[in-house]
């Protein structure tokens, strides 16, 4: 091999490590924006509750959140669903039964309830609201 021939695979090396180094540190941060939008913020969350997002109707208006809480309201209370949730359907977590519950609300329906939660929130909530909504849910 000529000295100019090794000189450039050497480069091409060279080349091919440090790109092989950007790359891992962009999956690195890739994954870590996957992470940061699967993690929930439970203070958002509350707000979305409240209030609604995006002109989807805030879960407060048929929910409370309060034991014992007066007051009339289309869906259950739902203080202390966190562990409620845990144990509504065999082989589900809390959090993949509340997730079912916000985008499916068709698919358990609660005992002595009707089907009447607001249907389309799966097209108005982004991911990160439904995962701050379920940190949220986890709190009560
Ligand atoms: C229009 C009224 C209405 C709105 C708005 C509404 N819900 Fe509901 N929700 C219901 C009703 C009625 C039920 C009971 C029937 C059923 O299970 O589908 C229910 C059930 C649930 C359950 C299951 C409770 C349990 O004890 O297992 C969860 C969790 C829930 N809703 C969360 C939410 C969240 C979070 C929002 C806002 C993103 C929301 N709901 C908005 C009416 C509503």
Redesign the pocket.
Known sequence: MKTWQLCAVLTIMALAVLGCARLDRLVARLAGQAEAAAAGDPARGEA??RR?VAG????A???LVEQGGAGFS???N?AG?AA??AE?VAGMTAAQ??EE??LQ??N???AG??????AD?AAY?SRQDVAD?IAY?LTL
């Not at 989807?56 to 879960?59: H, R």
């Not at 309830?113 to 607001?118: D, E, G, K, N, Q």
Request: aromatic content about 14%; glycine content about 10%; proline content about 11%.
């Open positions: 979305i509750f609604g989807a109707p805030p879960c208006g048929c929910h289309l869906g259950p739902l669903i409620r949730a509504r039964y509340l519950s916000i609300p068709g358990h329906v609660v309830y009707h089907v009447s939660m607001f929130y909530l909504l849910l």
